[in-house]
């Protein structure tokens, strides 16, 4: 790449593949969110219908629907959560969208309609349905961070300042509390759920905990997560990711931003690398094609998108996020990412202002035949 | 303020729109009993009987151009903004617009049925009717496998323009020769309008709101530094002409356009080498722009000017909150407004209703009577449509002169 480099052009931007970032909003037709209410904590796809549902957290916290496939191309700002500041947990299957979003005075689940759309280049209408509470689930604090099952039928989390795991029945809202991880405030705000169901976070000295499919019991590994000599007291995982496939479980952590993976079945975690040299691992995804995507940086940094190649064993910088097709922007801090159903891949970005970031990754060429075709 | 008289379209399968009413050349108002969202429906062309006070049907279009509504193929289920007043010749043009599903079948897209020999929409029919004799002069095949959205006529030149719908394309039919040929695309999505100023020359707006200029001095068909204006927060994307009528002299135009917040807009044509636009103000409420808002709600049409010099417009109102998406629970209001083009002034002067149950918001198109009367075409799906009748307690005949030559 040396070659093509110049005074005005360092190849610091995406280096492979695309970004476009799309405004909050349906463009040309509405106004996004206004900022500071608009950083996306948690994506989810409800596979069915294409469209891709996001929770904010900030002033006031919005559930927004992404919609880009067919005749589409809109982010449509479903409200705003009452009584929250932050949405944690999405739940979202069939026709139902669930989900569960913390406040001032606590956690609660709710509920609302899914967002389909269509003709959205002639003519339009996007209902906005209600926003319902369903139940309280924790008061007084709020949820760090939450999973789905994959059936959609509970939530489990983290309480954000206490640690509590906790396990939310998502059509009642009946919430059991499992136990505390840390007293002293070390734990995980990102938790996964891998392939069989099995939820996965960190805890303590950068020790893993697990809780088995339908178990309230909290396991609590002797295991560390991999991280520098001598940082483990500060280590805790800060993204997750799981193979849909293969079933193993990437993890990414703060504050120093260094990847890993977990085999969920051996417990066996290797050392991936450190990405570049950006703290902290903000959010990772799985491409169609086994490599994981992520972003890495503070939100105090600029910064960087990468990729693991599970296949080469290669960790890659790929730039600083950028988009120029239709909205011109630079993207310095994300916090969430999603692969969707034809391989393009969500990140939620979390700043004062934010897009929704549609990256595609590049096809790789054919490799030259051995016979060809005369 | 006055209340309009509302006539329903008393055909079969039931009418769910009225996209087109125009002055015809003899000053009577003529309107289109379309039925766009039944499979198999058809439309219908009406005129008002200002003798009973009652709407005569003038010809049932699929049977008038021998094309059966159970044929399967998308039908001829609507004649959109394609009226055309000859005055001279005395003939009323009408084009046929798509988007009905053909008979039996559940939906239509026009993109998917794109050439499908069983389903697809086979072409836009031009009929003539003559307004002296009663009857079709003639029809003709107008534009292939698309629908036509709107048209214009130069009478001068024999010449009717449209834009078709999907392509987006524009087309010139010359009507001694019966023949009709595409100058290109203009964009994705159809201007809504289509008219002419004093030299001939025809203008309408491609899907980016900016005007597009068609000279037949020069034959050349081009994109002119104007757009149409906009409400702040939305960009001219979209922001296409809906509705434009000439003011009494000729000398400009007023219109609004098929976007969120419809402005007012004043076009001068002939001021400049591109003309001069401006822009009037929104014609509508605030709304909430968090939400993309339906066209059906915040509407905007049926431009016509009364003998009294004033501008007349279709607007609607909602209640406050509803605006993403329509559904018939939300309790509208269908104002016609009084605009003085010499103050700026703008009062309610009459309202809309439809049938019972239904809105009567949503107006398309209207016409002056040669008695001076206002009428106003509304859809008013799925309740079905009509026009409503204005009177304007005018004195003497005919007053409906200068007659619109687009639709």
Redesign the interface.
């Given at each position: 790449m040396a070659e093509e480099m110049s005074w005005h052009s360092l190849r610091e931007f995406t280096r492979e593949g695309l970004m476009v970032a799309l405004p909050l909003?349906?463009?040309?037709?509405?106004?996004?969110?206004p900022a500071g209410e608009t950083a996306i904590k948690v994506m989810a796809l409800n596979g069915y219908t294409d469209t891709l549902y996001m929770g904010t957290e900030g002033e006031k916290a919005h559930l927004l629907a992404g919609l880009i496939h067919q005749d589409t191309g809109?982010v449509?700002?479903m409200g705003t959560i009452p009584d929250a500041t932050s949405v944690d947990a999405l739940s979202v299957l069939g026709e139902d969208v669930r989900f569960l979003a913390s406040g001032p005075d606590g956690a609660r689940l709710y509920k609302t309609q899914r967002c389909i759309g269509s003709f959205l280049?002639?003519?339009?209408?996007?209902?906005?349905r209600p926003i319902e509470e369903v139940a309280v689930v924790l008061e007084g604090e709020g949820i760090g961070h939450a999973v789905a099952s994959a059936d959609g039928s509970e939530c489990v989390g983290v309480s954000a300042e206490s640690g509590q795991v906790f396990r939310t029945d998502t059509q009642t809202g009946e919430t059991r509390i499992l136990g505390e991880l840390d007293k002293r405030g070390k734990f995980s705000r990102r938790l996964c759920v891998d392939k069989s169901g099995r939820v996965w976070g960190t805890c303590g000295n950068a020790g893993l905990w697990t809780l088995a499919p339908g178990s309230d019991e909290i396991e609590k590994l002797p295991q560390r997560i991999p991280c520098a000599a001598g940082r483990e007291q500060h280590t805790q995982v800060s993204a997750w990711a799981v193979d849909p496939v293969t079933g193993m479980v990437y993890g990414g952590t703060r504050p120093d931003g260094f990847m890993f993976s977990l085999d969920p079945h051996t417990r066996h975690m290797v050392a991936l690398g450190k990405p570049c040299r950006q703290d902290l691992i903000t959010c990772l995804t799985v491409g169609h094609d086994g490599r994981v995507f992520g972003m890495v940086g503070t939100a105090e940094d600029i910064g960087h998108f990468f990729c693991f190649d599970p296949e080469e064993r290669s960790l890659k910088d790929l730039g600083i996020p950028v988009s120029t097709l239709t909205t011109r922007q630079y993207g310095y801090h994300y916090a969430c990412a999603v692969t969707g159903v034809d391989g393009e891949m969500y990140f939620g970005q979390h700043e004062r202002v934010n897009y929704l970031w549609v990256y595609f990754p590049r096809v790789p060429q054919r490799k030259p035949a051995e016979a060809t075709v005369e | 303020m006055k209340t309009a008289k509302f006539y329903p379209f008393e055909h079969d399968p039931k009418p769910d729109s009225c996209w087109s009413l125009s002055t015809g050349p003899d000053g009577r108002i003529y309107a289109s009993s379309c039925c766009e969202g039944v499979p198999g429906g058809g439309v219908f062309v009406v005129r008002y009987n200002d003798e009973t006070d009652s709407l005569d049907t003038l010809v049932n279009v699929a049977e008038a151009v021998g094309e059966p509504l159970k044929s399967g193929r998308a039908t001829q289920c609507k004649i959109h903004y394609s009226f055309c007043a000859s005055p001279a010749t005395g003939i009323m043009y009408a084009a046929t617009h798509l988007s009905a599903p053909g008979y039996g079948q559940l939906a239509y897209s026009p993109w998917a049925d794109w050439k499908d020999e069983d389903q697809s929409f086979p072409h836009s029919t031009l009929l003539a009717w003559d307004t002296n004799k009663d009857e079709v002069a003639w029809s003709s095949v107008f534009i292939p496998r698309e629908g036509c959205r709107c048209l214009a006529l130069d009478e001068e030149r024999g010449l009717l323009y449209a834009i078709s719908y999907m392509r987006d394309h524009f087309w010139i039919y010359d009507i001694d020769k019966r023949s009709i040929r595409s100058l290109g695309r203009l964009g994705s999505i159809n201007s809504q309008g289509i008219f002419t100023d004093k030299q001939g020359r025809v203008f309408t707006s491609n899907g980016d709101g900016q005007l597009v200029r068609y000279s037949p001095h020069t034959g050349k068909l081009e994109e002119i530094p104007v757009y149409v204006p906009y409400a702040d927060g939305l960009t001219n994307w979209h922001a296409v002409i809906y509705d434009v009528v000439a003011s009494p002299d000729g000398d400009c135009v007023y219109g609004v356009p098929w976007t969120a917040n419809p402005h007012l807009f004043r076009y001068w044509p002939e001021d400049g080498p591109y003309g001069r636009m401006e822009n009037l103000g929104p014609v509508h409420q605030d709304r909430d722009p968090s939400q993309p808002i339906s066209f059906y709600l915040d509407h905007c049409g049926g431009l016509v000017f009364g003998t009294d010099g004033m501008l007349y417009y279709g607007t609607s109102r909602w209640p406050e909150g509803v605006e993403s998406a329509f559904d018939t629970s939300i309790e509208t209001e269908g104002i016609v407004v009084q605009y003085n083009p010499e103050t700026g002034e703008k009062r309610d002067f009459a309202k809309l209703v439809g049938n019972p149950g239904g809105q009567g918001h949503y107006v398309a198109r209207a016409g002056r009577d040669r008695f001076g009367n206002l009428f106003f075409g509304q859809v008013t799906r799925p309740i079905p449509a009509g026009l409503s009748r204005v009177v304007m307690d005018e004195e003497g005949e005919d007053l409906h002169n200068p007659v619109r030559t687009w639709g």
């Amino acid at each position: 790449m040396a070659e093509e480099m110049s005074w005005h052009s360092l190849r610091e931007f995406t280096r492979e593949g695309l970004m476009v970032a799309l405004p909050l909003c349906f463009p040309g037709q509405s106004e996004p969110p206004p900022a500071g209410e608009t950083a996306i904590k948690v994506m989810a796809l409800n596979g069915y219908t294409d469209t891709l549902y996001m929770g904010t957290e900030g002033e006031k916290a919005h559930l927004l629907a992404g919609l880009i496939h067919q005749d589409t191309g809109v982010v449509h700002d479903m409200g705003t959560i009452p009584d929250a500041t932050s949405v944690d947990a999405l739940s979202v299957l069939g026709e139902d969208v669930r989900f569960l979003a913390s406040g001032p005075d606590g956690a609660r689940l709710y509920k609302t309609q899914r967002c389909i759309g269509s003709f959205l280049i002639q003519e339009w209408g996007l209902p906005r349905r209600p926003i319902e509470e369903v139940a309280v689930v924790l008061e007084g604090e709020g949820i760090g961070h939450a999973v789905a099952s994959a059936d959609g039928s509970e939530c489990v989390g983290v309480s954000a300042e206490s640690g509590q795991v906790f396990r939310t029945d998502t059509q009642t809202g009946e919430t059991r509390i499992l136990g505390e991880l840390d007293k002293r405030g070390k734990f995980s705000r990102r938790l996964c759920v891998d392939k069989s169901g099995r939820v996965w976070g960190t805890c303590g000295n950068a020790g893993l905990w697990t809780l088995a499919p339908g178990s309230d019991e909290i396991e609590k590994l002797p295991q560390r997560i991999p991280c520098a000599a001598g940082r483990e007291q500060h280590t805790q995982v800060s993204a997750w990711a799981v193979d849909p496939v293969t079933g193993m479980v990437y993890g990414g952590t703060r504050p120093d931003g260094f990847m890993f993976s977990l085999d969920p079945h051996t417990r066996h975690m290797v050392a991936l690398g450190k990405p570049c040299r950006q703290d902290l691992i903000t959010c990772l995804t799985v491409g169609h094609d086994g490599r994981v995507f992520g972003m890495v940086g503070t939100a105090e940094d600029i910064g960087h998108f990468f990729c693991f190649d599970p296949e080469e064993r290669s960790l890659k910088d790929l730039g600083i996020p950028v988009s120029t097709l239709t909205t011109r922007q630079y993207g310095y801090h994300y916090a969430c990412a999603v692969t969707g159903v034809d391989g393009e891949m969500y990140f939620g970005q979390h700043e004062r202002v934010n897009y929704l970031w549609v990256y595609f990754p590049r096809v790789p060429q054919r490799k030259p035949a051995e016979a060809t075709v005369e | 303020m006055k209340t309009a008289k509302f006539y329903p379209f008393e055909h079969d399968p039931k009418p769910d729109s009225c996209w087109s009413l125009s002055t015809g050349p003899d000053g009577r108002i003529y309107a289109s009993s379309c039925c766009e969202g039944v499979p198999g429906g058809g439309v219908f062309v009406v005129r008002y009987n200002d003798e009973t006070d009652s709407l005569d049907t003038l010809v049932n279009v699929a049977e008038a151009v021998g094309e059966p509504l159970k044929s399967g193929r998308a039908t001829q289920c609507k004649i959109h903004y394609s009226f055309c007043a000859s005055p001279a010749t005395g003939i009323m043009y009408a084009a046929t617009h798509l988007s009905a599903p053909g008979y039996g079948q559940l939906a239509y897209s026009p993109w998917a049925d794109w050439k499908d020999e069983d389903q697809s929409f086979p072409h836009s029919t031009l009929l003539a009717w003559d307004t002296n004799k009663d009857e079709v002069a003639w029809s003709s095949v107008f534009i292939p496998r698309e629908g036509c959205r709107c048209l214009a006529l130069d009478e001068e030149r024999g010449l009717l323009y449209a834009i078709s719908y999907m392509r987006d394309h524009f087309w010139i039919y010359d009507i001694d020769k019966r023949s009709i040929r595409s100058l290109g695309r203009l964009g994705s999505i159809n201007s809504q309008g289509i008219f002419t100023d004093k030299q001939g020359r025809v203008f309408t707006s491609n899907g980016d709101g900016q005007l597009v200029r068609y000279s037949p001095h020069t034959g050349k068909l081009e994109e002119i530094p104007v757009y149409v204006p906009y409400a702040d927060g939305l960009t001219n994307w979209h922001a296409v002409i809906y509705d434009v009528v000439a003011s009494p002299d000729g000398d400009c135009v007023y219109g609004v356009p098929w976007t969120a917040n419809p402005h007012l807009f004043r076009y001068w044509p002939e001021d400049g080498p591109y003309g001069r636009m401006e822009n009037l103000g929104p014609v509508h409420q605030d709304r909430d722009p968090s939400q993309p808002i339906s066209f059906y709600l915040d509407h905007c049409g049926g431009l016509v000017f009364g003998t009294d010099g004033m501008l007349y417009y279709g607007t609607s109102r909602w209640p406050e909150g509803v605006e993403s998406a329509f559904d018939t629970s939300i309790e509208t209001e269908g104002i016609v407004v009084q605009y003085n083009p010499e103050t700026g002034e703008k009062r309610d002067f009459a309202k809309l209703v439809g049938n019972p149950g239904g809105q009567g918001h949503y107006v398309a198109r209207a016409g002056r009577d040669r008695f001076g009367n206002l009428f106003f075409g509304q859809v008013t799906r799925p309740i079905p449509a009509g026009l409503s009748r204005v009177v304007m307690d005018e004195e003497g005949e005919d007053l409906h002169n200068p007659v619109r030559t687009w639709g």
